[in-house]
């Protein structure tokens, strides 16, 4: 598997936390939901720290070593985790990762072959 491929299937699982995270905070609140977020951010976070350098370059906005950085507090440091923590990443930082996440399927889509035989 290449890098990009690599990335591709990173980003695409990134796309599926996100949306995830989203429906299970519209919910409602209780243990579960929290439970099933939490564990998405977790592996949301874990995810992002396999990515290239060179997609991180690419979005120099995202703080790509807190993130990687806060799946080690998910793991380890759960008995510490703010619930204001928690809804500021749910509140800012996931649409700002949502959206870089997009542009990145965007650039990724392999890219539709041109009609050599259409005549212009």
């Not at 996931?94 to 212009?120: I, K, N």
Request: proline content about 6%; charged content about 35%; overall charge negative.
């Amino acid at each position: 598997m290449t890098g990009e491929e690599r990335d591709r299937d990173l980003i695409d699982y990134l796309a599926e936390c996100i949306d995830r995270i989203e429906q299970y905070s519209g919910e409602g609140e209780g243990p579960m939901a929290e439970d099933a977020i939490l564990r998405r951010l977790e592996t949301l976070a874990d995810a992002t720290g396999r990515l290239s350098d060179a997609l991180k370059l690419r979005h120099p906005e995202i703080p790509w070593p807190r993130i990687v950085a806060f799946r080690n507090v998910l793991a380890h440091g759960y008995l510490s985790l703010r619930r204001s923590v928690l809804a500021g990443i749910l509140g800012r930082d996931l649409p700002r990762l949502r959206s870089a996440v997009q542009r990145e399927r965007e650039r990724l889509e392999p890219s539709e072959p041109e009609d050599v035989g259409a005549s212009s």
